[in-house]
Nanobody
């Protein structure tokens, strides 16, 4: 079992920045692949970014590429999502997720591949 707790969400002006954190605890949590997903009201949960267990590979959706950066510090069992140049359409509840081994790189962006989820943190973007 892995427990995930997100933090760092809040209200930010368009064009601003936020850094989300996801603290993991539990059995060998540092060996898990990690992902960030988001869900806006009335929309499906969508992939944002993911990182392999050792930080060697990262993936991000086209909508955030060049603006968001995912990273991890396994000494702290924490994954980060640095969000820059925030847009109105980035407003959503952001969820951290964890999974074990992926047989394909395509799995990183599929929320059904992640068995462990945090409770989410709200990001609101204002004008």
């Amino acid at each position: 079992q892995v427990q995930l707790v997100e933090s760092g969400g809040g209200l930010v002006q368009a064009g601003g920045s936020l850094r989300l954190s996801c603290a993991a605890s539990g059995r060998t949590s540092r060996n898990y692949n990690m992902g960030w997903f988001r869900q806006a009201p009335g929309k499906e949960r969508e992939f944002v970014a993911a990182i392999s267990w050792n930080g060697g590979s990262t993936y991000s959706s086209d909508s955030v590429k060049g603006r968001f950066t995912i990273s991890r510090d396994n000494t702290k069992n924490t994954v980060y999502l640095q969000m820059n140049s925030l847009k109105f359409e980035d407003a959503a509840v952001y969820y951290c997720a964890a999974s074990g081994y992926f047989a394909s790189t395509s799995y990183y962006s599929e929320n059904r591949r992640y068995p462990y989820w945090g409770q989410g943190t709200q990001v609101t973007v204002s004008s």
